[in-house]
């Protein structure tokens, strides 16, 4: 067997099963398009609150009229941080016509989930789950996990995995107010 002498010329011999390029198309198709499991509900949440990263409590009453993506992740979780970056951005586009975030941290230390957020310039409100989250939402079983709110304070979406801005679009567009 003869080794190639160059890179160039390794890829030129190259040449791959049609198994091993469907394997590969399988692989990237699931990096940019993260499974997830969406349940469709339509149930009114009873009253929660949350006390921010920076002291601040937010109440449900305060978020009525909004679209609210409830995201539940932890920093050590590579599928949340891999999903951070399409929320902050859809977020960026969307919190002008009713859309917000509250991420719900499983981490231990506040101070860690602050650090994470601030080194990565994440604007949305963070706070740490609480047993009285777990209450409202349900038991969350794997991380990520997100629940979308209508504007009424109603659960209309419950995401097992990862989201990003194209499922974002599709579950939270039509649930924002017309444009005029």
Same mark, same amino acid.
């Given at each position: ?57 937010? =109440? ?28 902050? =951005? ?21 101070? *860690? ?9 994440? =604007? ?37 995995? *990862? ?18």
């Amino acid at each position: 067997m003869s080794f190639p002498k160059s890179l160039p010329e390794a890829l030129r011999r190259f040449r791959p099963s049609w198994s091993t390029l469907l394997l590969l198309a399988l692989i990237a198709w699931v990096w940019f398009r993260p499974p997830a499991w969406v349940e469709d509900e339509s149930r009114p949440l009873p009253a929660f609150s949350a006390r921010l990263m920076d002291g601040r409590v937010m =109440s449900s009453a305060e978020l009525r009229g909004k679209v609210v993506l409830i995201n539940v992740w932890a920093t050590w979780c590579p599928w949340c941080k891999k999903e951070m970056p399409g929320i902050e =951005s859809f977020y960026r586009d969307y919190r002008g016509r009713g859309f917000t975030v509250l991420a719900l941290s499983t981490d231990d230390s506040p101070e *860690q989930v602050k650090r994470y957020l601030m080194e990565k310039g994440y =604007s949305f409100d963070a706070a740490m789950m609480a047993p009285e989250h777990a209450a409202v939402f349900g038991e969350v079983k794997r991380l990520p996990t997100s629940f979308i709110i209508d504007p009424e304070g109603r659960l209309r979406h419950r995401i097992a995995g *990862q989201v990003y801005y194209g499922r974002l679009e599709e579950l939270v567009v039509p649930l924002l107010p017309m444009r005029h």
